[in-house]
């Protein structure tokens, strides 16, 4: 598996929305349509400088988490990593409560390369969690096994776990 942060993300401001390219085991790329900026963020008097930036700290509650941004208004575009963002300034440290995921801008750079993006994308983000937590479960079920009676002990059970950015639903 790939860790999320491999994911290439293209916004669409004027339309609110976002497409992100995954890739499937077969190495093809999947992509999928999502909402962009759909989190409400409190912007704290908290202050604080990142490098050479000086930054104000946000929380907001999105999809079963609670996230931490330090964003700079020194670099008034609304962006962050994945679909976080909507900040009056770049977001350039994020973290969950719980800091299953820690993000820190190292650099910015252009890319030199043009990305293929089909146009009228269908799949949501919403369907492929439900895709992803239904692999899952195939795949923690895969990972049980039974004795023969061949050996003393042949039970054993492996635990997969999918760390999205996004909490999947029960």
Same mark, same amino acid.
């Given at each position: 598996?790939?860790?999320d942060?491999?994911?290439?993300?293209?916004?669409?401001?004027?339309?609110?929305?976002m497409v992100?390219?995954?890739?499937?085991?077969?190495?093809?790329?999947?992509?999928i349509?999502?909402s962009?900026?759909?989190?409400?963020?409190?912007?704290?008097?908290?202050?604080?400088?990142?490098?050479?930036?000086?930054?104000?700290?946000?929380?907001?509650?999105?999809r079963?988490?609670?996230?931490?941004?330090?964003?700079?208004?020194? +670099? *008034?575009?609304?962006?962050?990593?994945?679909?976080?963002?909507?900040?009056?300034?770049? $977001?350039? @440290?994020?973290?969950?409560d719980?800091?299953?995921?820690?993000?820190?801008?190292?650099?910015?750079?252009r890319?030199?390369?043009?990305?293929?993006i089909?146009?009228?994308?269908?799949?949501?983000?919403?369907?492929?969690?439900?895709k992803?937590?239904?692999?899952?479960?195939?795949?923690?079920?895969?990972?049980?096994?039974?004795?023969?009676?061949?050996? +003393? *002990?042949?039970?054993?059970?492996?635990?997969?776990e999918f760390?999205?950015?996004?909490? $999947?639903? @029960?």
């Amino acid at each position: 598996f790939e860790p999320d942060t491999n994911l290439v993300v293209f916004t669409d401001q004027s339309r609110g929305s976002m497409v992100v390219i995954d890739y499937g085991f077969d190495g093809k790329p999947i992509y999928i349509i999502d909402s962009l900026y759909p989190m409400e963020w409190q912007i704290s008097n908290d202050t604080k400088t990142i490098d050479s930036l000086s930054c104000i700290k946000a929380n907001c509650s999105f999809r079963g988490r609670n996230y931490e941004a330090w964003f700079s208004p020194d +670099i *008034s575009v609304p962006f962050g990593p994945w679909k976080m963002g909507g900040l009056p300034g770049l $977001i350039v @440290d994020l973290k969950d409560d719980r800091e299953n995921m820690l993000i820190r801008l190292t650099r910015i750079t252009r890319a030199d390369t043009r990305i293929y993006i089909p146009a009228n994308i269908t799949y949501t983000m919403a369907e492929h969690i439900r895709k992803m937590k239904e692999l899952m479960k195939k795949l923690q079920g895969n990972a049980r096994t039974s004795g023969s009676g061949d050996c +003393i *002990s042949c039970q054993s059970e492996s635990k997969y776990e999918f760390f999205a950015w996004e909490k $999947i639903p @029960d």
